[in-house]
Structures are given as structure tokens and as C-alpha cells.
């Protein structure tokens, strides 16, 4: 392909890739994927960055802060700990509120750093790249023999290495399955059911074999099709970047009018660009584009052409950098990358974002106290005293032992009997339900349903909630 120099290819060009997804034909059938190994400065960097999220994924599950799991979601059970903190049904909104502010601080972050996620963070392209990928690697050899690998024979050697991959293919997704369940029900009901076996947990098996079995089929099979055909978020990104968003972009004015490399020529007299045309930006895209199109919603700015294009460029001798992260403004102007005013106020916000969302997590209080009512109850007077019968229900949110006490704080001079030993001790994490009288003189009820403040302290006299609730009274004609 050629064009004009300092002409978007796009501006010449049909755009039929466009109209299709890169890894499907024209007759809508499946392209295989065989993507070179990469190699640079930038895949070392998500190396490392795998490195320690793939530490991180099998380390978290046995993780305990204050005997609490650092990570939990057991929808079954209604257990949740998020960073060892616990939440309960009373807490939804928390949780509620802090889906909301990711889904908010994941379209801003879009709006100023594109697809970075996508490339270094994503789990899909974690597990596909990092693991899957390198074990494919490892077993098949790299593009060229995986390409002759796929076209040859079914012989002793095809049978074998696919065998090898297939076989290590499952105990990576059965690996994963069982670590996944960690985060669900815990790691030591995990292992108490590997432990019985499944003639005792055929559910749980069943269930844990299942989805071995979809993530065998995403990473074997479906591959980058999941974030071309079935993740939203590549197409919703169509919608959030501008020309001031950072992507991985192709230099078009410096790289076009592209033509293949001659030893000593003289490039810019010839009106030839600095890319050379040869291909590697393409062979290494582990989702099959041509980055050179411009931005399309299969890249994933897993940078892998960045690098590509970089060593070609070395080779050369010319100047690196004609695929890099960059504005499309940038590109079109050819003005150096700064950091903008918006991309600062952005960011700012995107950190206020992050602590209100750890604020949401952390004050939630050590432990919650309601005071009610019993349906159909109503109050009785004695000796010139006003009586209400109330049930408590304590959430102790700590694994500490609490012993408490009751206060009424609001109007004075409150009693309080109970029904029973007068002694509350709530154990950690523990719910805990009584039954209370609470009276007052006639003369401090003034009206017939009036509020009063409950306060429930420990030991040391320290409250740790408050709840405010109706007390009721004989009916008062104010004049």
C-alpha cells in the first residue's frame, strides 16, 4: 500500500477492515492467530507486571487480616470481606456505591489512558498472554513452527506436541478454577472438598469441572476472540477516546509513504516514509491487526508492536518511536507529548475517586446496633411511668469479643430493663437479638410518638453506635 506523504492511509484507503473483525474471513470463517514471540523493552515490563499479579492471584486467597480473608465472595453464604473487611446485607450500599465508582473511575481512566487496562491488567489478556501463550510457546515453538506445525500431517509429532498442550492446558484451567473457588467459599473449604473427593461434593465437582472446562475453551479455543467479539468494553471504547486520549498509534507522517528498505538509499529524497513495510508490527499482534489502519476496537495496547517496530527501526538506523503511545493529536500535529491540563484534572479526580471509594470501605463502624419496635406492641404506664418493649439486634464487624452496655441518651432520664442478664457479650463477628423495656416519667413524653437516641457503648464507656427510634405515649392535646 502507498500513499501520499503525511496522508492518513485511512483518508485513501478502503476501509474494509472496518467493516470486519481481523481474525474471520469474508466468509465469516475463523482465521487462526499464530502471533510471533515478542521481545523489548515494553513486553518485559508486562513480564514483570504479570509477574506480580499472577503472585498476587494464588497468595490473596490464604492472606488473613485480623483473622479475616483479605478477599471474599461468597454469594451463597452471604459472606463478604473486601481488604479483611466485612460486609453483610446491611452494607449493600456500600458495595453498591463502590460498583458505581469503578464503573466511573474505569470510563475516565479510558477517556485519558485508552486500553492500558486491556493490555496490562486485563485478567483475559493476563492468563492468555503471560501463561497459555508461553506455555504454547515453550511446547510448539514459535510462530513459524506453530504455522507449520498446524498445516502438517497428523503424525507422531503433531499428535505429541498437541497432547503435551492440550494436557497442560487443562491443569492450568483446573489450577485456576480451584483458586477462583478460593475467592468464592475459602481455601480450606476447597481443600476439605478435595480432601472427601467428589463422591461426597459431586455438586461441587460438577460445578468446578464446569468451569475448568470454560476457561480450557476461552483459552484454548475462543482466545482473543473474547475481547474482539464478546468483551463490551473494547466497543464501548469507541465512544470514550478523543484525539487527546494516549493509545498505541502508528506515526502515519513520518511512516508513510511506506515502502521496502534498500541499503543506502536516501528515504526522504524518494519521498518514501520510515516504515519499511515489513510486516512485523503485524505478525506480532496477538489479535491479528495491522496497527498501521490507525485505531481499531481489536487492539488491545499490549505494545507487542511497539516493540517490534522498535527493533526493526534499530536495525535500520532510524529513529524509534514510529509505533508508540502517543495522542492522536499528537500525531496529526506532530507536536511532543504533554501531559494536558485535562489529563491532570483527570487524573486528580481519579485519585479523589479511589479515596472515596476506600473511604466507603473503611467507615463503616466496628459494629451496628437497631432498636425496633414489635409488630402489634404498644406502650403501658405504671405508677405514673411510660414503658416500651424494643427488640436490639447487634452486628459485631470485628472478630474482638465485646462486652456492652445500653444508654438511653436523648430525652434523660431513660430506664432500661432487661430481659434477663443485663450483661451483652457479642462475640466477634456474631449477630446478636434481645428483647428491652425502655420507660420514662410521663412528664418527659410529650408527644405520642416521640424520638429518642440509643446508645450502646463497651467496656471502657466508649460508644460505638447510636440509633434513633420512636417511643410511644399516651396521646397529648397540646394547647
Not at 281 to 292: A, F, K, L
Not at 364 to 381: D, L, N, Q, V, W
Request: hydrophobic share 40%; aromatic share 14%; proline share 3%.
Amino acid at each position: 500500500m502507498s500513499v501520499q506523504p503525511g496522508i492518513k492511509p485511512s483518508e485513501t484507503e478502503h476501509e474494509a477492515f472496518r467493516n470486519s473483525v481481523g481474525t474471520m474471513d469474508e466468509t465469516g470463517k475463523r482465521k487462526w492467530v499464530f502471533p510471533r514471540k515478542p521481545k523489548g523493552k515494553y513486553t518485559s515490563y508486562r513480564n514483570y507486571t504479570s509477574y506480580v499479579l499472577l503472585t498476587l492471584f494464588f497468595i490473596l486467597p490464604f492472606i488473613k487480616i485480623r483473622n479475616n480473608p483479605f478477599l471474599l465472595i461468597n454469594v451463597i453464604d452471604r459472606k463478604f470481606f473486601i481488604f479483611g473487611q466485612p460486609f453483610y446485607l446491611q452494607d449493600f450500599f456500600i458495595l453498591a456505591l463502590g460498583a458505581v465508582t469503578s464503573v466511573i473511575f474505569v470510563m475516565l481512566f479510558t477517556v485519558v489512558f485508552g486500553r492500558i487496562f486491556c493490555g496490562w491488567l486485563c485478567p483475559q489478556t493476563l492468563f492468555m498472554e503471560m501463561v497459555f501463550r508461553k506455555i504454547e510457546y515453550w511446547i510448539e515453538g514459535d510462530r513459524n513452527k506453530q504455522m507449520k506445525l498446524d498445516r502438517q500431517d497428523w503424525d507422531t509429532e503433531k499428535i505429541r506436541k498437541r497432547l503435551l498442550k492440550w494436557s497442560a492446558f487443562t491443569l492450568i484451567s483446573l489450577l485456576i478454577t480451584h483458586f477462583m473457588f478460593m475467592y468464592i467459599v475459602g481455601y480450606r473449604e476447597v481443600f476439605r472438598i478435595m480432601i472427601q473427593g467428589p463422591a461426597e461434593n459431586a455438586l461441587q465437582f460438577m460445578v468446578m469441572l464446569s468451569f475448568t472446562a470454560i476457561f480450557y475453551f476461552t483459552f484454548a479455543w475462543l482466545r482473543e476472540q473474547v475481547c474482539t467479539l464478546v468483551c463490551p468494553y473494547g466497543r464501548l471504547q469507541g465512544v470514550l477516546i478523543d484525539k487527546q486520549t494516549i493509545n498505541v498509534y502508528y506515526d502515519f507522517r513520518r511512516g508513510e509513504n511506506r515502502s521496502k528498505w534498500r541499503n543506502g538509499e536516501d528515504r526522504k529524497a524518494t519521498g518514501k516514509g520510515d516504515c519499511i513495510d515489513c510486516q512485523q508490527c503485524v505478525v506480532v499482534c496477538p489479535t491479528g491487526i495491522d496497527i498501521r489502519n490507525g485505531q481499531q476496537l481489536e487492539c488491545i495496547n499490549c505494545t507487542a508492536c511497539i516493540d517490534a517496530c522498535d527493533e526493526i527501526m534499530e536495525k535500520v538506523s532510524l529513529p524509534k518511536g514510529l509505533i508508540r503511545y502517543a495522542t492522536e493529536a499528537e500525531i496529526e500535529n506532530q507536536e511532543k507529548f504533554r501531559f494536558t491540563s485535562r489529563m491532570k484534572a483527570t487524573s486528580v479526580f481519579l485519585a479523589l475517586l479511589i479515596g472515596f471509594l476506600g473511604f466507603l470501605l473503611y467507615d463503616r463502624g466496628t459494629m451496628e446496633a437497631k432498636f425496633i419496635k414489635p409488630a402489634g406492641s404498644t406502650f403501658f404506664t405504671r405508677n405514673g411511668k411510660i414503658t416500651n418493649t424494643f427488640i436490639y439486634t447487634f452486628l459485631n464487624k470485628t472478630n474482638e469479643r465485646k462486652v456492652l452496655s445500653i444508654k438511653v441518651m436523648s430525652p434523660e432520664n431513660g430506664e432500661i430493663t432487661f430481659f434477663g442478664s443485663d450483661k451483652i457479650i457479642l462475640k466477634g463477628d456474631e449477630i446478636l437479638k434481645g428483647n428491652i423495656n425502655i420507660t420514662f416519667p410521663e412528664t418527659k413524653i410529650r408527644f405520642s410518638k416521640q424520638n429518642i437516641v440509643i446508645g450502646v457503648f463497651d467496656q471502657n464507656g466508649k460508644m460505638l453506635d447510636s440509633f434513633e427510634t420512636t417511643f410511644e405515649g399516651p396521646f397529648k392535646l397540646l394547647l
